[in-house]
């Protein structure tokens, strides 16, 4: 079992950066696929970035490719997301998630999310 905790949220203005991290608990935080997510309010959760547990593999959302970047430290039990060019419709609550399946999930841990608002 994993527990993830994330952090970096806050509130940017458009074409601001932002780095968001995820610190996991757990001796085999290595040996999971992580993944982020994003749900704004009155839509439903959307993929944003995923990696695998070497780094060998990301995959990322249409509506993220080119901006941001996801990356680990498994020697830190941390997953970051670089989240560059931000626009408004970035905002959202982001959840960091742990899956021990695939890169496409399913993903069975889950923090508690960061809130992310862009302003225009």
């Known amino acids: 079992q994993v527990q993830l905790v994330e952090s970096g949220g806050g509130l940017v203005q458009a074409g601001g950066s932002l780095r968001l991290s995820c610190a996991a608990s757990g001796r085999t935080f290595s040996s999971y696929y992580m993944g982020w997510f994003r749900q704004a309010p009155g839509k439903e959760r959307e993929f944003v970035a995923a990696?695998?547990?070497?780094?060998?593999?990301?995959s990322y959302g249409d509506s993220v490719k080119g901006r941001f970047t996801i990356s680990r430290d498994n020697a830190k039990n941390t997953v970051y997301l670089q989240m560059n060019s931000l626009k408004p419709e970035d905002t959202g609550v982001y959840y960091c998630?742990?899956?021990?399946?695939?890169?496409?999930?399913?993903?069975?841990?889950w923090g508690p999310g960061t809130q992310v608002t862009v302003s225009s």
């Open positions: 998630a742990a899956g021990s399946s695939r890169i496409v999930g399913p993903f069975d841990y």
């Open positions: 990696i695998s547990p070497g780094s060998g593999m990301m």
